[in-house]
């Protein structure tokens, strides 16, 4: 079951491979002075390794060759010109030192940068997008696939720059000494390049398997670490084993194929060079005997044959790192090209005063007046009531299976509505609707009468606060926590917002009080100390419309009655969207309704409903089950 879902999630799209080294070579070109001093630096140890070569005719033909069998030959020339070429290559090993240092820095420059541009845009992808995509296979975005781009940058870049200039430089030289053996050269090449193309797109696409594979066991990791409470307990080990096996098998055949097709490129290439050099020297030394060619010619040439079919090698070798990078480039440019949220709103939400006359004027300070502004009505201000209306929405999360069918409700300001119905049947939809987490299709949401779709959605959501049953602690102080409902409260503020939520009893028995840190998601504290932190979180938050998505389920029965008070004074004067399976607790509600396959089949208050002795009668009374 979960192989198939694994599978279900992956994605496919064509390679792009020259778009996708162009992107990355754009994230380079970012650090242009320091891009093109490496690219001078490669060009010197380039040209120096070419230039040195060179030398070799010279020295052969003018200061070996003609001191054979002298006695007392004339050293000081050739001392000269070995000096010349250890200068050059001096020069070389200053060079490519250079370059390698820089592009280090450039590296690691650009993969934080890459990291910066993933993070930032999984900030502004919709809701809808972390429904399909696991923690894990998000995380791997940013250490699998974008760590195997570490090596492109660093080492296979600057040696694709350099193996450009010795070729064109080498084959330059080869064609001045001697063309002949040169057409011999460029024969043995076109095999060379032959055999790294057909093996390249044999590799190439077990290399994109991998990766998405890295990023399937990543998920499915992180899935079944964070789930083995639930594993244990229904003895799943080994079902969850099953499919562990799988993804990683698929990894390791895939991981099999690409290599053994990558590592071949190495041998091949080196064993055609040997035997083209072989040739090129047996061609050269009958050409040399025959009197068209002369001994330092063909030492340089042999020099340069090798020079020549060196970089080939040497980018094959690797080949299977430029793959799996390149497999990786191209899921995280993938991520990078999602569509961000949408948000075409312009009515802004702002602080206000209230003058003698009624009106509002703006103001920067917390006054606890909350209004709209409105660019399209002459920036006018409009008070903050709370009034929330659906007027025949229609909605699916997929095309074709609608989850609220035609739905209409009003919550006026202050009221406080409950939602209730089986699950499924589109209570939290709704919420999700009212934040915009999702977009209607169909039909029309008003918030103070204003679409909400003209209201953007920073400031919507700034106007709501919600209490989920899933809560979410970060890594910090409790104070910092309960903070995160408004960054700017003080201390004073937040201590107060526990008090309301009864948080604070049991926060001033923690080791540190208000200051102790909590790590991975509040584990040392219990379900119903994180969810009060959370309802504390609201509280200092202070919205107009609070949103209650099962904020009390994971609270037991005793704290529920110990904090309905403080929920109570977190309600007053607010409108309150209430989701809620203890029907108990929506009791005081001013309007229930009852939601039935994405329909509402009533609404009314409690006595109201009971009286119908309808839906909401049998689930009260125990006659008909919520699940």
């Known amino acids: 079951m979960e192989r198939r879902r694994y599978k279900q999630l992956r994605t496919a799209r064509p390679d792009d491979i020259p778009q996708t080294i162009k992107r990355v070579f754009a994230y380079m070109f970012k650090n242009k002075w320091q891009t093109a001093l490496v690219f001078l630096c490669i060009m010197i140890s380039s040209l120096a390794n070419v230039a040195s070569s060179y030398f070799f005719k010279p020295i052969i033909n003018d200061y070996v060759v003609p001191f054979i069998g002298q006695d007392?030959?004339?050293?000081?020339?050739?001392?000269?010109?070995?000096?010349?070429?250890?200068?050059?290559?001096?020069?070389?090993?200053?060079?490519?030192?250079?370059?390698?240092?820089?592009?280090?820095?450039?590296?690691?420059?650009?993969?934080?940068?890459?990291?910066?541009?993933?993070?930032?845009r999984l900030q502004d992808l919709p809701i809808r997008y972390y429904d399909t995509h696991t923690?894990?296979?998000?995380?791997?975005?940013?250490?699998?696939?974008?760590?195997?781009?570490?090596?492109?940058?660093?080492?296979t870049f600057p040696q694709f720059i350099s193996s450009i200039v010795t070729i064109v430089g080498s084959f330059t030289m080869m064609a001045i000494l001697s063309p002949v053996l040169m057409i011999i050269t460029l024969g043995m090449l076109a095999v060379m390049l032959f055999i790294t193309i057909t093996l390249g797109k044999r590799s190439r696409e077990n290399f994109k398997i991998i990766q998405r594979a890295a990023a399937d066991l990543n998920g499915y990791s992180e899935e079944m670490i964070s789930g083995q409470k639930v594993i244990k307990v229904f003895s799943y080990?080994?079902?969850?084993?099953?499919?562990?096996?799988?993804?990683?098998?698929?990894?390791?055949?895939?991981?099999?194929?690409?290599?053994?097709?990558?590592?071949?490129?190495?041998?091949?290439?080196?064993?055609?060079?040997?035997?083209a050099y072989a040739i090129t020297a047996a061609v050269g030394a009958v050409m040399t005997i025959n009197g068209s060619?002369?001994?330092?010619?063909?030492?340089?040439?042999?020099?340069?044959?090798?020079?020549?079919?060196?970089?080939?090698?040497?980018?094959?070798?690797?080949?299977?790192?430029v793959m799996m990078a390149l497999a990786g480039a191209e899921?995280?440019?993938?991520?990078?090209?999602?569509?961000?949220?949408?948000?075409e709103g312009n009515v802004t939400l702002v602080n206000a005063i209230e003058n003698e006359d009624g009106s509002l004027t703006e103001t920067e300070e917390r006054t606890g007046i909350w209004a709209w502004k409105d660019p399209e009505n002459g920036n006018a201000l409009t008070r903050v009531r709370g009034d929330v209306r659906f007027e025949n929405v229609i909605f699916g999360y997929e095309e074709g299976k609608t989850v609220l069918n035609d739905v209409s409700f009003y919550a006026k300001p202050g009221q406080k509505i409950a939602l209730v119905g089986s699950t499924?049947?589109?209570?939290?939809?709704?919420?999700?609707?009212?934040?915009?987490f999702y977009d209607v299709p169909d039909g029309k949401i008003r918030y103070d009468g204003i679409n909400i779709n003209r209201i953007k959605k920073a400031d919507l959501r700034r106007s709501l606060g919600m209490v989920l049953q899933d809560t979410n602690l970060f890594a910090g102080t409790v104070m910092d926590n309960i903070r995160y409902g408004r960054l700017d409260a003080t201390d004073e503020e937040v201590i107060a917002a526990a008090k309301l939520a009864n948080a604070d009893s049991f926060i001033t028995m923690l080791p540190d009080g208000y200051q102790t840190m909590l790590t991975s998601n509040g584990a040392n504290l219990s379900q119903g100390q994180r969810q009060l932190l959370n309802i504390a979180r609201a509280a200092v938050a202070s919205p107009p419309v609070l949103i209650l998505d099962e904020a009390t389920s994971s609270i037991d029965t005793r704290t529920e009655h110990l904090i309905e008070a403080g929920m109570d004074e977190i309600m007053k004067g607010r409108t309150v969207f209430?989701?809620?399976?203890r029907l108990s607790t929506v009791r005081n509600s001013d309007a229930i309704l009852v939601l039935e396959k994405g329909e509402i089949i009533e609404r009314g208050d409690h006595k109201t409903l009971l009286d119908l002795k309808g839906r909401y009668y049998k689930l009260y009374t125990g006659a008909a089950e919520l699940d």
């Open 578 to 581: 209430i989701i809620a399976h």
């Open 331 to 343: 899921r995280v440019f993938r991520l990078l090209d999602t569509d961000k949220e949408v948000d």
């Open 237 to 275: 080990e080994d079902n969850i084993k099953a499919g562990f096996y799988d993804i990683a098998e698929e990894m390791r055949v895939a991981g099999t194929k690409a290599n053994s097709f990558a590592n071949m490129l190495m041998p091949i290439m080196g064993n055609l060079s040997y035997i």
């Open 293 to 321: 060619f002369d001994v330092g010619s063909l030492a340089s040439f042999l020099l340069y044959s090798r020079q020549f079919s060196a970089p080939i090698g040497q980018l094959s070798q690797q080949f299977n790192y």
């Open 135 to 155: 923690h894990g296979q998000i995380m791997s975005f940013f250490t699998n696939d974008t760590d195997t781009m570490r090596q492109m940058i660093a080492d």
């Open 424 to 436: 499924g049947a589109g209570k939290t939809t709704i919420t999700n609707l009212i934040n915009r």
């Open 72 to 120: 007392n030959p004339d050293l000081t020339n050739f001392a000269y010109m070995l000096v010349v070429m250890a200068l050059i290559y001096l020069v070389g090993v200053v060079s490519t030192y250079a370059y390698k240092r820089m592009m280090s820095v450039i590296s690691t420059g650009v993969l934080a940068q890459i990291r910066y541009d993933l993070f930032n």
